[in-house]
């Protein structure tokens, strides 16, 4: 049985809301570092721009997770990392025209 709860129940204490399992009442558990595979961060994937990563002082080195103990690195990476939500799209608005330029002569190229 417990085979069959833990990944349940794990799935869902990371959403990070509290809530009821066959009965369970489940709250947010965090998970530990090497459970998650915490590591070096990379280009737009990293800690810091994660929607879980909190930081409190920001003169301090390092921040907290909501879903990850221990001490983090905004440049860290983990296997639950969720980016943050851009406002203005995935792809900053300067960049958009060489885009949109590129798919017109491809559509134009197909004729």
């Not at 709250?27 to 595979?37: E, I, N, Y």
Request: glycine fraction near 10%; proline fraction near 8%; hydrophobic fraction near 35%.
């Amino acid at each position: 049985m417990r085979r069959f709860l833990a990944p349940r129940l794990r799935l869902l204490s990371q959403s990070g809301r509290p809530g009821r399992f066959f009965g369970i009442e489940v709250t947010h558990v965090k998970q530990s570092q090497a459970a998650v595979r915490y590591r070096r961060g990379f280009g737009k994937q990293q800690c810091g721009k994660c929607a879980m990563y909190e930081k409190s002082d920001p003169a301090a080195q390092f921040g907290s997770c909501t879903a990850v103990t221990g001490q983090i690195t905004p440049f860290g990476l983990c296997n639950i990392w969720r980016g943050l939500i851009n406002p203005f799209g995935p792809v900053p608005p300067h960049e958009k025209i060489p885009l949109l330029h590129e798919r017109i002569r491809r559509l134009h190229a197909k004729g």
